[in-house]
């Protein structure tokens, strides 16, 4: 037998519903910022990931499916969203657009990670890109969307934390004090650490290392080496924030896994699903866009991983709502009633109604019994009595109770 890949999951149809479901409450989510929906490829010319993402990720680093195609072109699984948004605005043309660029998308990921609860090699993430706005206002809609979506699937034991990682300017006064606070224990560290120290030592800040992160926790902290127009930015995200009651800790600790970030970066954690505990992160990267070789464009923007989600909900005993049952079971008897119903479902499903009939020549026993199973709403059985009445009798199955409805009449009386 041929097993799924490793790290990747089916979804049953038993499960979709709840897929569904917390799609349906991004895109509501969504349609209320005004944010609208954007579809880029699943895969990229790897220069995309390597430029966009940042070669000292872990994601660059270690984690990309990356191939040859048959044109010997080097070709990568999208293992984010964002930097192939941010190719589709510059090769768009799209900074001349009325800005700011809202968008969302919802996209499978790729990532070759070693496969644990909450982190798979295939999953789905929920992002919003905001670009064109270097005002707080921009960051704080950003928060506000993630923490809207949240709190509209109904999580609510998450604690968004929040930090600033500053600019280029007031980054490099504080890599010079990292490193100097970093090179005596540089022997202590990881070698991916000794990588970092070279190329980019904030990322020493992000090492899941037990003994890197012992010695990270001494470090100076970025939010005093921010420069004045960085701080101001980041005091009014916060006071944004705080005007609408949302509840936030700073945690200077966030530095994100990608290398594009700037000033603003922010978590929403979660307490209740242990290692894997970030659904949602995100910040703002206001050189994204340039580096990649587009007019220079600040842009905000948050993903949350779908499965994580989904998982901490069922953890947390979040209730989805119910899956979906049909309307109406038409139940026939032998050839000239099967026809029946067969053609009065079709006739309900024009309308809108979810109709079922037998599709396995089943006996009526036996169909009664698939019914019961599939949970419909009401259910019909259709004999020859009925078929000279031109009526039916319809059960309810909540209650039980039967009602006697005209073939014609079946439409309204299901519709309630
Ligand atoms: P982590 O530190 O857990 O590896 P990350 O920093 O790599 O996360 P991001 O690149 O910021 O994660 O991705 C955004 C979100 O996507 C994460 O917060 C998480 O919910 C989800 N995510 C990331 N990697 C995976 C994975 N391998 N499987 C499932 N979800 C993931
Ligand atoms: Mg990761």
């Not at 701080?231 to 530095?255: M, R, S, W």
């Not at 069922?314 to 099967?338: C, H, S």
Request: proline share 5%; glycine share 8%; with cysteine.
């Amino acid at each position: 037998m041929i097993s799924v890949p490793k790290g990747t999951k089916d979804v049953l149809p038993s499960q979709s519903y709840k897929w569904q479901y917390i799609e349906n409450c991004a895109r509501e989510v969504a349609r209320v910022f005004n944010i609208r929906e954007v579809r880029t490829p699943v895969f990229e010319h790897t220069e995309l990931f390597a430029r966009g993402v940042g070669d000292t990720t872990d994601i660059v680093n270690k984690e990309m499916y990356t191939f040859l195609d048959k044109g010997d072109r080097s070709i990568t699984l999208k293992p984010e969203g964002t930097a192939g948004v941010a190719r589709m605005f510059i090769e768009n043309g799209l900074a001349s657009s009325p800005l700011p660029m809202k968008s969302f998308y919802i996209t499978p990921c790729y990532r070759y990670e070693r496969p644990q609860a909450g982190r798979l090699r295939e999953f789905h993430q929920f992002g919003v890109e905001m670009y064109g706005s270097a005002e707080p206002a921009a960051d704080a809609e950003c928060i506000f969307a993630a923490s809207s979506f949240l709190e509209k699937i109904g999580i609510k034991n998450v604690r968004l934390e929040l930090n600033s990682i500053g600019c280029k300017s007031c980054r490099a006064d504080y890599n010079k004090a990292l490193k100097a606070y970093f090179e005596p224990h540089l022997n202590e560290m990881c070698s991916t650490c000794k990588e970092r120290f070279e190329k980019n030592p904030l990322r020493m800040l992000d090492c899941k290392e037990e003994g890197c992160k012992k010695i990270a926790a001494g470090a100076p902290r970025i939010l005093d080496y921010l420069c004045p127009d960085c701080y101001a930015h980041f005091d009014e995200v916060k006071n944004l924030l705080a005007a609408q009651g949302l509840d936030f800790t700073v945690n200077p600790g966030i530095v994100r896994g990608l290398d594009y970030y700037t000033r603003t970066v922010f978590e929403f954690v979660s307490t209740s699903i242990g290692a894997q505990g970030t659904v949602c992160a995100g910040g703002r990267y206001d050189s994204l866009i340039s580096e990649l070789g587009g007019p220079s464009t600040p842009a905000v923007g948050f993903a949350a991983g779908l499965e994580r989600l989904i998982l901490l909900m069922e953890n947390t005993g979040v209730e989805f709502p119910a899956p979906p049952v049909p309307d109406i079971y038409l139940a026939g008897m032998d050839a000239v009633t099967r026809a029946k119903a067969f053609e009065l479902a079709a006739s309900l499903r024009r309308e809108g109604i979810a109709a079922e009939c037998d599709l396995m020549n089943r006996s009526l026993k036996a169909q009664l019994k698939y019914t019961d199973k599939s949970g419909a709403t009401y259910v019909a059985v259709i004999g020859g009595n009925e078929l000279a009445e031109g009526a039916l009798n319809v059960k309810k199955m909540s209650d039980g109770s039967t009602r006697k409805v005209d073939f014609g009449e079946l439409i309204n009386y299901i519709k309630g």
